[in-house]
């Protein structure tokens, strides 16, 4: 691991049911890197971001922000979490329990406060500063439980921002979203990249969610990395034929990917 290395995973080993779902041999990320990791269903990529927080325990070598994730206490785990901002593929049930958008936002500066212990005024002037950032503002006094699914994945987003992380760590932040908001979290993390110094790991599925800021794709298969590189190198023909289908075609506009059926192009 170089000294920049803000990821840095080396001979990695999870195994569940019987079988090793995901076997990294090695994968380092820079400091300040947008990198988009992509794969098929099962591929191993959420396994792979709660390996990086320590909810997943791995065999092998997992260093985060310079620490040795398997060798932490429960204390020093706590600690590194505060600098990584996790935002998972799965959302929370509705509840009835009377959150509001704002307040749900202010739980990303608990770790900083310190358990048991009040925000401050500057806690939550960080919590309504990046409500506003997203275009949350007018939501803030809303229910979180009653909010539409975009609405509630740029909240998770925001409630991940304020903790002022090193790493930000997405998991398929656009899963079941309609086009509009699909492409409005594509935009949100487009402008977070752009004026925020953080270093992102993006997992998606769909080529479409990767924004144009991305630099580098890391493809899992079998829980292994298959390919790492630029984009334009990592989606050669063969490998989305091989993943997508043998009739299918990839397009790149502006920095963005599609993928299409190919011919029959109509005016």
């Known amino acids: 691991m170089t000294a920049e290395s803000v ?154 921002m304020v903790q002022g992380p090193d790493l930000l760590l997405l998991d398929e932040p656009t899963a079941n979203l309609d086009l509009a908001w699909r492409e409005r979290i594509v935009e949100t993390l487009e402008s977070l990249f752009r004026d925020v110094p953080v270093t992102v790991l993006l997992v998606c599925h769909d080529l479409e969610v990767i924004p144009a800021c991305c630099g580098r794709l890391v493809l899992l298969e079998d829980g292994a990395v298959a390919a790492d590189g630029r984009p334009a190198d990592v989606l050669t023909s063969d490998r989305v034929a091989r993943l997508y289908g043998t009739h299918l075609e990839l397009l790149h506009r502006r920095g963005r990917y599609i993928v299409v059926p190919q011919g029959n192009e109509t005016p």
């Open 7 to 160: 990821i840095d995973v080396r001979e990695t080993r999870v195994r569940a049911g019987g079988r090793t779902i995901l076997a990294v041999d090695g994968l380092s990320v820079a400091a300040t890197e947008f990198v988009a990791v992509i794969g098929p269903n099962g591929a191993g990529k959420s396994t792979l971001l709660k390996t990086l927080v320590g909810i997943q325990r791995a065999a092998g070598t997992v260093r985060v922000l310079g620490r040795a994730v398997g060798n932490l206490t429960a204390g020093g785990l706590a600690r590194l979490r505060r600098q990584i901002g996790y935002v998972p593929q799965v959302l929370a049930e509705r509840s009835e329990l009377p959150l509001t958008l704002r307040e749900v936002v202010a739980i990303g500066r608990t770790g900083i406060a310190g358990l048991g212990r009040r925000l401050r005024r500057d806690d939550w002037r960080r919590v309504d500063e990046w409500l506003e950032r997203l275009g949350l503002a007018r939501l803030a006094g809303q229910a979180y439980s009653n909010l539409s699914g975009g609405e509630q994945r740029k909240g998770l987003i925001a409630k991940a």
